[in-house]
């Protein structure tokens, strides 16, 4: 069984997310973000801040990530390629 571990889920990240569970629907994956709002449309913001797109919520490019695990608010510190771990923070705390 493949596990992943993906850090950053806008574009890059939910991408290779998907990618993934497409190349093997078994395998476990999980999306750390740092902000919370995955796979969000950065791209979009002038259109949110001329008024265009009123709601910011509507810049998320998918809101559904079937099978894929989401953590919001969770920022990599550090990553242990031997050890295979990632130490995190959530919203600040360790
Ligand atoms: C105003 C604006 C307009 C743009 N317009 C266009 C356009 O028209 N066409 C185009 O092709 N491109 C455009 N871009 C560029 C495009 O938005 C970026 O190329 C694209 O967002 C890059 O995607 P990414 O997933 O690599 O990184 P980002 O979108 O920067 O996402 C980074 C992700 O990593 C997470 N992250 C960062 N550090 C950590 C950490 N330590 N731990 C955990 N998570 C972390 C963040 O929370 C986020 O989820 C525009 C950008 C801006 C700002």
């Known amino acids: 069984m493949i596990r992943l571990l993906v850090i950053g889920g806008s574009d890059a990240g939910i991408s290779a997310a998907l990618r993934a569970r497409e190349k093997d629907p078994s395998a476990e994956v999980s999306v750390l973000l740092a902000d919370e709002y995955p796979n969000y449309s950065i ?6 801040l001329s008024g265009e797109t ?9 809101t559904a990530f079937e099978g894929i695990e989401i953590l919001t608010n969770h920022r990599a510190v550090a990553v242990h390629p031997a050890a295979k771990t990632v130490d995190v923070t959530h919203r600040g705390v360790p």
């Open 43 to 48: 791209c979009g913001l002038p259109f949110y």
């Open 54 to 62: 009123p709601d910011h919520r509507q810049l998320a490019h998918r």
